[in-house]
């Protein structure tokens, strides 16, 4: 699996260099210690030539791996003939092109009518968007979002982020929002009750809001995933009450769920919806979808020096082309289907941890109760050759996000090291559980049988 062709003193020198200049903020470079020099497809490769499987991609920003060839001499053409790098939001070639491809790919074949506002190129930025244009609309300042939500971490989405680890008590963040309980959260208990009642209840304390703001499957949150029955009954009753619903699909949309958008299996139509991350190809993008009767912005109301990126137009048109393309779709299920029944297995093998499995499509979490425990599987699977992450409110859910498109063998591949790291985890945790050993013909041992670790 992993190959040595550099000398170690190169990544030396760029870890000292992030060390010493870097602000304390950063993050992934502390969970993934190693200097990342080329990656393609699935797989990432580092100064000294180590390469490792990603089910991490960029958080959900690569749904179609690392530098797709169809992105690439995409932008290489569009370069070469000194197409336009910035321009603000006047008019060029690249964004026309874009809107008339995701005119016809993407709103079309779904009867979608909707504008497109292009904010500052980062999903809180275009959650910020939705959220100002819903106050303005509906004339109200009040917000209702959800437990264990997360939208972003400027002033605006993080208000409407429900994890403390990202509140600070000088930010003031919670103003002007009300946190329900999202589906599941207690237990069977239909939570759109609640939400109904403090609607109607003129003394439940809570203001009529402008908007509720969601996500279908909680990323970041831990992986929860909404039933259509509530996300309807959600939409019912902003319906009823004037409300405008903005749908994050951030990083669930684009596709990760096997649908282009999260919410198109439980047939909503929302007000407003959030799209950042892979909508770019691969390269920073993100956009507010408006029903036409909500978009009142002013000229130059919410502005951004690099919204509407053109090389990200350019990207994200080459990877649009995949929604033609019914088996790129069928891929996914496929590839999806892999990844349940390889991970319900993992959770068979060991029924008495108490584990659980959530998730649809090409993202799932397997929830092991415990932050430190999943920490220690994640360090063990990047030193075997995996990028994994976590997630939750103690980061106690591991969370795969491999590329829709990744090789069915490379799937197998990256989800075996996942099974090792998981059983060396636990040799090492004073023998809670022993060695996986399936049984034959289990799901686990037919899937395992194929696979071919280098």
């Known amino acids: ?26 993050g992934y470079c ?3 210690p190693s200097v990342f020099q080329t990656a393609n497809g699935s797989t990432l490769t580092t100064a000294e030539g180590r390469q490792f499987i990603d089910f991490f991609c960029g958080a959900g920003s690569l749904n179609y791996g690392h530098n797709p060839p ?32 995701f005119e016809q790919t993407i709103l079309q074949p779904r009867s979608m009518d909707y504008k497109i506002q292009f904010t500052g190129p980062t999903g809180t930025n275009a959650v910020e968007a939705a959220i100002k244009l819903a106050k303005q609309h509906r004339k109200r300042s009040h917000v209702v979002a959800f437990t264990n939500a997360y939208h972003g971490h400027s002033l605006g989405s993080l208000a409407v982020t429900g994890n403390q680890t990202y509140h600070s008590e000088y930010y003031g963040s919670h103003n002007n929002v009300s946190f329900l309980p999202y589906d599941g959260y207690l237990g069977d208990f239909d939570t759109t009750i ?18 509720v703001v969601l996500e279908t499957i909680q990323g970041e949150g831990g992986i929860h995933v909404a039933s259509d029955a509530w996300l309807q009954r959600v939409q019912t009753l902003c319906r009823e009450h004037n409300v405008l619903l903005i749908v994050d699909d951030i990083q669930v949309g684009n596709g990760r769920t096997g649908d282009f958008f999260s919410f198109e299996k439980a047939g909503l139509s929302p007000d407003l919806i959030c799209l950042s991350k892979s909508i770019g190809g691969g390269l920073p993008l993100s956009l507010v979808m408006i029903r036409p009767e909500c978009d009142i912005w ?11 990126n053109n090389l990200a ?12 393309d019914a088996s790129f779709v069928d891929g996914i299920q496929v590839r999806s289907n892999t990844l349940q ?35 220690k599987v994640i360090d063990t699977a990047f030193e075997k050759g995996l990028l994994l992450e976590s997630c939750g409110s103690d980061d106690e859910v591991l969370k795969f996000m491999p590329a829709l498109n990744i090789p069915e063998q490379q799937l197998r591949q990256g989800l075996q090291l996942f099974r090792q790291s998981l059983q060396t985890v636990f040799l090492e945790s004073s023998g809670t559980k022993s060695a996986l050993v399936p049984s034959t013909g289990s799901p686990i041992a037919s899937l395992g049988s194929s696979m071919v670790v280098s």
């Open 298 to 308: 002013q000229p130059g109301q919410h502005t951004g020096t690099f919204r509407g």
């Open 70 to 101: 169809v992105v690439k001499q995409a932008l290489l053409d569009y370069i070469s003939r000194d197409g336009i790098q910035h321009s603000l939001d006047m008019t060029t070639q690249a964004k026309a092109q874009f809107l008339e491809r």
């Open 30 to 32: 502390r969970l993934f």
């Open 313 to 324: 137009f350019v990207a994200a048109n080459a990877v649009l082309n995949h929604w033609n």
């Open 341 to 375: 029944t390889y991970l319900a297995s993992i959770i068979s093998e060991y029924s008495d941890e108490n584990w659980d499995l959530r998730g649809r499509g090409m993202i799932w979490g397997l929830d092991i109760r415990r932050g430190d425990l999943a920490r």
């Open 194 to 211: 609640l939400l109904e009642k403090m609607l109607n209840d003129r003394s439940s304390g809570m203001p009529l809001p402008a908007a």
């Open 1 to 26: 699996m992993f190959r040595l062709s550099y000398s170690s003193s190169i990544s030396d020198s760029a870890t000292n260099t992030v060390e010493r200049l870097e602000s304390e903020v950063r």
